[in-house]
């Protein structure tokens, strides 16, 4: 059974610092989510990760994926406030056509 | 722009009624998957579809069914709903194969049971 971990729960940090998030998944995958979710609202599409050693950046929030060690990063550089949410990645499985979610991090930013 | 589509953003239900949220897609999508999301628990994998009238549980189906009878529409069917159901429901749909590999989510349902 695929179990996916995410780490910290929890994150406050101040703004203009540099913090990174971690997914580790214990089965291979074929692709590898990353989703914002803001209080009330639905997920948010971040980035999608295909291969071993990709890496996509947006803005402040750098995502990437061994699939190796079967984990992926979300960096997340010089934070301001607008980055407070609740961010997820999630792990798809090809052969089985599932989609499964860590248990989320909800980072706070201030000032 | 919408891709995937929940019929109610809110619902209201008593214990016993059977409720159906419905879910549609415009990307022809092969997978659709329905979760609940509750305070401290992620999203929770109800069930999946990786097919037109193919289903498979996910890791919490009971008191729930589904039913894709078409390939864009995925609904999910609580036979008598209980309070305990109360929650936030969300949609997704994504590519079995093919190069598109975006996982779009609904806006979510919130239910209530009382």
């Known amino acids: 059974e695929l179990k996916v971990e995410q780490n910290p729960l929890f994150l406050s940090m101040q703004e203009g610092k540099n913090y990174t998030i971690y997914c580790n998944y214990s089965t291979t995958s074929d692709r590898l989510y990353w989703y914002r979710q803001d209080p009330g609202k639905s997920l948010e599409s971040l980035f999608v990760?295909?291969?071993?050693?990709a890496v996509k950046q947006e803005g402040r929030l750098m995502a990437s994926l061994d699939t190796k060690a079967r984990l992926s990063t979300l960096h997340i550089t010089a934070a301001v406030h607008d980055l407070s949410a609740t961010y997820f990645c999630a792990v798809y499985t090809g052969t089985a056509s599932k989609l499964t979610f860590g248990t989320g991090t909800r980072l706070q930013v201030t000032l | 722009d919408v891709k995937v589509t929940q019929s109610s953003r809110y619902l209201v239900k008593r214990t016993g009624e059977k409720v159906f949220l419905e879910c549609v897609q415009d990307m022809d999508h092969e997978n659709m998957f329905w979760y609940r999301q509750d305070p401290g628990l992620g999203l929770r994998l109800i069930y999946f579809?990786?097919?037109?009238?193919?289903?498979e549980k996910g890791d919490i189906p009971e008191g729930y069914s589904v039913s894709r009878e078409k390939k864009e529409r995925f609904s999910l069917i609580l036979e008598s709903a209980s309070t305990n159901q109360t929650s936030m429901y969300l949609c997704a749909s994504t590519t079995r194969l093919g190069v598109s590999t975006e996982a779009f989510f609904g806006q979510g349902t919130r239910l209530t049971v009382v």
């Open positions: 579809s990786y097919d037109v009238k193919m289903k």
């Open positions: 990760l295909l291969s071993n050693g």
